[in-house]
């Protein structure tokens, strides 16, 4: 079905959109599945974040009272990591999904640089988002889903940026 759909629509825009949710949805298992399991390997991690990132990751936003992520003032790794590397992990996958299958494009060298960088500026603020938005939910009736809840914002504004950064810039039809 899904073959004869591409056939009927090929390039598309509307059914490029469609396809890259599709693809976004596995990403956002991926994302998901990392989100939760990551922590399990780095919530010893005490070593805290560099000072320009302290700055962006303050634990008097982020935490209410003490917490296991907070050394001598500052967040540590093990609490910035789990979402970093489920962001970035799913998002390098995606970006070889759609380009193989969304946008049948081919990428270039200089366009996988550009998507990394600007990839790299998204995950630090979605990062931050995330745990922004977890510490939020930490006292609330919904703490044990705030990870997953974070994680889905974070694929929300993601797909934002990076529908329109595939679409136009890096896998733009000739």
Not at 5 to 18: A, P, R, T
């Amino acid at each position: 079905m899904f073959k004869k759909l591409d056939e009927k629509f090929g390039n598309n825009g509307i059914w490029q959109f469609v396809k890259f949710n599709l693809v976004s949805l596995s990403i956002t298992a991926v994302q998901l599945l990392l989100a939760n399991l990551l922590p399990l390997i780095f919530d010893n991690v005490q070593t805290t974040l560099p000072a320009f990132l302290q700055g962006i990751f303050n634990p008097d936003v982020l935490f209410e009272g003490e917490s296991k992520y907070v050394v001598d003032g500052a967040v540590t790794w093990g609490y910035v990591l789990p979402f970093f590397l489920s962001n970035f992990i799913a998002n390098v996958y995606g970006y070889f999904v759609n380009m193989k299958t969304t946008f049948k494009g081919k990428g270039t060298k200089r366009g996988l640089i550009g998507y990394f960088a600007v990839l790299t500026a998204l995950i630090l603020f979605t990062t931050w988002l995330q745990g922004y938005i977890t510490a939020m939910l930490a006292n609330t009736s919904l703490a044990g889903a705030s990870r997953t809840i974070a994680a889905f914002a974070a694929g929300v504004v993601q797909v934002a940026v990076l529908f329109p950064l595939e679409k136009y810039v890096l896998f733009k039809e000739k």
